[in-house]
């Protein structure tokens, strides 16, 4: 992740380079491998059957963005609704709130 760090009205947050997003250093776009079974993230579907099995719930959703909720926490993942759209900090905060669990991988090193 590469960008600017913006501080607005109280908060802060990451403004990342266009084109930098969804790849890593080097350029290499980024896979999320749930490591139990060494299984990559392709779709929505397949990480949602993954976070239900950890106790996550879909806790929101519209047309723009998708939010799950851990009942037995205060932690709250949220992903744009596009599965395309996923950028590198959307799979960086899945393992943060999974650890052991997830991990971020470039494709190319699978």
């Known amino acids: 992740m590469s960008g600017v760090w913006v501080f607005d009205n109280g908060v802060i947050r ?3 380079r ?3 997003a ?3 250093a080097g350029g290499r776009r980024k896979v999320l ?3 139990p079974t060494n299984e990559a993230m392709t779709s929505y579907p397949v990480l949602k059957n993954k976070l239900a099995s950890l106790g ?3 806790y929101y959703e519209d047309s723009e963005v998708m939010q799950f ?3 037995s926490s205060v932690d709250l993942i949220s992903v744009p609704t596009d599965f395309n759209k996923l950028k590198a900090r959307h799979l960086y905060d899945i ?4 650890r052991n669990v997830f991990q971020v991988k470039d494709m190319q090193s699978q």
């Open 14 to 16: 990451l403004v990342e």
């Open 18 to 20: 266009a084109g930098a």
């Open 22 to 24: 969804e790849t890593g």
């Open 33 to 35: 491998i749930y490591t």
């Open 56 to 58: 996550w719930e879909v």
């Open 69 to 71: 909720h851990k009942p």
């Open 95 to 98: 393992v943060v709130k999974n």
